[in-house]
């Protein structure tokens, strides 16, 4: 992706309407980041966490702000640095701090100043915790430009549930010194229900030292952590070991038969072939030891179908909490979206996939079904009659501008499909 083109000047006659228009282009990319977390986080087998909510701050609220800090009208959209707010919710302190880690990773990685501020090892005295990750995206759409700022909360479900019920009291403009007392107890007892939960997590996903099996056993809890350290170069937590030997059950699995299916490389890689047919990341570690049961309980047919449906159903979760967000973030009128899409602020590939008309050639490049989008886009904006038939002239010149590929019907690029003719 390419780093984000960086505004020149500052614009002292943007508007409320304007900066909030600026802000929603910021929040796709932001969300994308915080997206790419969520994948990282770890095995699908715990529940990590969630993107829980988006807002740019309303009109009146940063007006406060401004006043309370003396900002003048003409920099107070540029001075906010929670113009954008967005906030994950993960189950535990473990997954908070990792989901931090990586998100910040993710930010940086499009080009992006980062600065984290940590509430869980610091609170704020009324008791309030949390991650926050603080970022300036910068956007231009023609004449307008900013630096839109961006927030990022990450908290526990505990935390998540202190901060909800104490909004209301603690963001008056008087709060009585024992009210602040109350709600700052209340954090501390919920501190310390975070702190036992992580005891269980970090119990739960210890790393279980293994023993090399003797000839012809059975697996056991021992055998399946050596053969899984063997493969792997890492000991498994305790919590995969449990939910493999539940799986095995009564089954009659010889360990040396799976420490020899996880040493085939060819099956590893024909099953990671197969996740990725939908996946867009590799496999975990967790998943091929899945397959090489499953091959070993009922054929390796049906552990390639399996590794196939995992990749589906990890693709699937990210895809759903993003979905219904990209199209909730395009511009709600024909006329705004063809001005962004005039000066580039709209990702095209990111688009067509949400709309299902994009695919890529056994080559990797990337195409789209250009009648199709159009299609999409006219259905989206509702658009009929004269308009219809100037939006879809005005769409195909910009696909053809584009430098993507008309799929047209078609699984291969020009280039390949050139080759494949002539070879023949």
């Known amino acids: 992706m390419a780093e984000p083109t960086r505004p020149k000047t500052e ?3 943007l508007s409320y309407d ?3 228009e600026l802000a929603l282009i910021a929040e796709r990319q932001v969300r994308l980041a915080v997206v790419r977390a969520l994948a990282a986080l770890g095995s699908p087998e715990l529940v990590r966490g969630r993107l829980d909510e988006q807002r740019v701050k309303p009109k009146a609220s940063i007006e406060r702000k401004a006043k309370q800090r003396r900002w003048t009208p003409a920099e107070m959209f540029e001075r906010c640095e929670d113009f954008l707010g967005m906030r994950m919710v993960c189950n535990n302190l473990q997954d908070a701090f990792r989901a931090a880690d990586l998100v910040q990773q993710s930010l940086q990685a499009q080009g992006l100043k980062v600065e984290r501020r940590d509430y869980i090892a ?6 309030y915790r949390a991650i926050h990750i603080l970022t300036r995206y910068p956007v231009t759409v023609g004449k307008r430009s900013m630096n839109v700022g961006c927030e990022v909360q990450i908290r526990t479900l505990l935390q998540d549930a202190w901060a909800r019920l104490s909004r209301q009291d603690l963001y008056r403009s008087s709060i009585p010194e024992d009210l602040v007392r109350r709600f700052e107890a209340m954090s501390n007892s919920l501190a310390d229900a975070d702190a036992l939960a992580e005891g269980v997590r970090v119990e739960i996903t210890r790393p279980v030292a293994g023993k090399k099996p003797p000839k012809n056993a059975q697996i056991s809890e021992s055998s399946l952590a050596f053969i899984y350290q063997r493969a792997f170069k ?3 937590q305790s919590y995969l070991v449990e939910w493999m030997l539940k799986k095995i059950a009564d089954a009659c699995v010889r360990a040396d038969a799976l420490d020899a299916l996880l040493q ?3 099956f590893l890689a024909e099953g990671e072939k197969e996740y990725q047919i939908a996946a867009r990341w590799p496999a975990d570690d967790s998943r091929k030891l899945e397959w090489a049961i499953e091959a070993l309980l009922r054929g390796r047919d049906k552990a390639l179908e399996l590794a196939r449906a995992h990749g589906q159903r990890d693709w699937d979760e990210i895809v759903a909490q993003s979905d219904s967000e990209m199209r909730a973030t395009l511009p709600s009128a024909w006329n705004e979206f063809k001005e ?7 990702d095209l590939h990111e688009l067509a996939q949400h709309f299902d008309v994009a695919s890529e050639c056994i080559c990797g490049e990337e195409l789209i079904e250009f009648d199709d989008f159009i299609d999409a886009i006219q259905e989206h904006y509702s658009l009929r009659g004269d308009e219809a038939e100037t939006s879809y002239d005005f769409l195909l010149t910009t696909l053809n501008d584009s430098g993507f590929e008309d799929a047209d019907g078609s699984r291969l690029c020009s280039r390949c499909t050139h080759k494949l003719n002539k070879d023949d």
Do not use: C, H, M, W
Not at 122 to 127: A, E, R, S, Y
Not at 340 to 346: F, M, R, T
């Open 11 to 13: 614009n002292p006659s």
């Open 18 to 20: 304007d900066a909030a």
């Open 122 to 127: 610091k609170p704020v005295f009324t008791g």
């Open 234 to 236: 890492e000991e498994p």
């Open 264 to 266: 085939d490389r060819q």
């Open 340 to 346: 962004q899409l005039e000066y580039g602020s709209i």
